[in-house]
């Protein structure tokens, strides 16, 4: 099982990234995947979620309006869309793959909102 996060990096305040999630090893789509994050000193964070099918998406409130998750299923692929990036929303970035019996973690990828 493999889950590997990547496109992180420093950006401007009000900038844009993308980060991608790669995913192997399972079915991919039979899983819920979301990303969460980690600033310094502080716990892990839910920010984003879609369902198994991509029908279903929620959002950290912290986030909303500004964050877009998607999946491509053929691909094996989940996406985060982050715009409007603030200071407050540097951190170390993770991709999880959920079912009912098992949950998988990436390694991370490190965002910097930074002037």
């Known amino acids: 099982v493999q889950v590997v996060e990547s496109g992180g990096g420093l950006v401007q305040p009000g900038g844009s990234l993308r980060l991608s999630c790669a995913a192997s090893?399972?079915?991919?789509?039979?899983?819920?995947m979301s990303w969460y994050r980690q600033a310094p000193g502080k716990e892990r964070e839910l920010v984003a979620g879609i369902s198994s099918g991509g029908g279903g998406t929620n959002y950290a409130d912290s986030v909303k309006g500004r964050f877009t998750i998607s999946r491509d299923n053929a691909k094996n692929m989940v996406y985060l869309q982050m715009n409007s990036l603030k200071p407050e929303d540097t951190a170390v970035y993770y991709c999880n793959a959920r079912n009912y019996y098992y949950n998988y973690w990436g390694q991370g990828t490190q965002v910097l909102v930074s002037a």
């Open positions: 090893g399972f079915t991919f789509s039979r899983y819920a």
